[in-house]
């Protein structure tokens, strides 16, 4: 049997043409980046803290009579945690709506400090990816990325772990939030389960302190943090922020002065 012109010819032609016709080219299976598949299993040990803040989150919601489709709605569309608490203790309070929006915008000034820090990260994303991005950015997302980016990675895997780390950390946000909304008031208070998330987040800056400079700017903000807890509309949070940063350079530029 011979092929020419890509017709077969020989006794065995018709057998081996109706082979070929029972050929189906299947795609091949869909596959995530392994940079996404490694971002899921490093947020694994942060995620229970996050689901606990969820679930606390959707009791505070139906504890302050918001029916339950609101509830999820406001958790999906607004996902801040922390200002969606405290406009929804203000409002419970009576204070005016535009006070409570002024209260959340305030408190999430922090995220405009992490897209410039992660822009650089994820220039390689699109514009409507990075619409996605920017949505589904928290302060876990942020953290654990940061984290994954201390290892070599290329511009698009640096895309694919941070969208991975958010990601997980956004499914998990929501499943709690769900149960908090469908458990409501059964969950017992003496549980403090509000305690899981500072642990969560010690948990993932601790390993980070690694030199001087870095240690200066948590002990600046942490320090901060505290002496501005009593300041309204969590301004001590912004406070804290710019402490840490400046403490952080401050010590920095000190040790390279030695250096030279």
């Not at 969560?200 to 980070?208: C, E, G, K, R, S």
């Amino acid at each position: 049997m011979r092929a020419a012109g890509g017709i077969f010819k020989g006794p065995d032609a018709a057998a081996v043409e109706c082979r070929l016709r029972r050929i189906r080219v299947r795609p091949a299976p869909l596959q995530l980046n392994p940079q996404f598949l490694a971002a899921v299993k490093a947020c694994l040990p942060v995620l229970p803290g996050v689901l606990a803040f969820g679930a606390i989150s959707g009791v505070a919601m139906v504890a302050a009579g918001m029916p339950h489709y609101l509830a999820m709605a406001m958790s999906v569309l607004v996902y801040a945690g922390s200002s969606q608490l405290a406009a929804l203790q203000l409002l419970t309070s009576g204070s005016p709506l535009a006070i409570a929006i002024l209260a959340a915008l305030v408190i999430n000034l922090r995220f405009s400090i992490y897209s410039l820090s992660m822009a650089p990260h994820l220039a390689a994303a699109g514009a409507g990816w990075r619409s996605v991005l920017s949505y589904l950015l928290s302060d876990n997302g942020y953290a654990m990325s940061l984290r994954g980016y201390e290892r070599p990675l290329g511009a698009v895997d640096k895309v694919w772990y941070y969208f991975g780390c958010c990601a997980a950390i956004w499914v998990t946000w929501q499943i709690g939030t769900l149960t908090g909304v469908l458990l409501g008031a059964r969950i017992p208070a003496d549980w403090h389960l509000e305690f899981s998330i500072v642990l969560t987040f010690l948990a993932i800056v601790a390993p980070t302190i690694r030199d001087r400079a870095v240690a200066a700017a948590a002990c600046a903000a942490g320090v901060t943090a505290i002496i501005t807890w009593p300041l309204p509309l969590r301004l001590g949070l912004l406070l804290a922020v710019a402490a840490g940063i400046a403490a952080g350079m401050l010590v920095e530029n000190m040790l390279e002065e030695k250096r030279q």
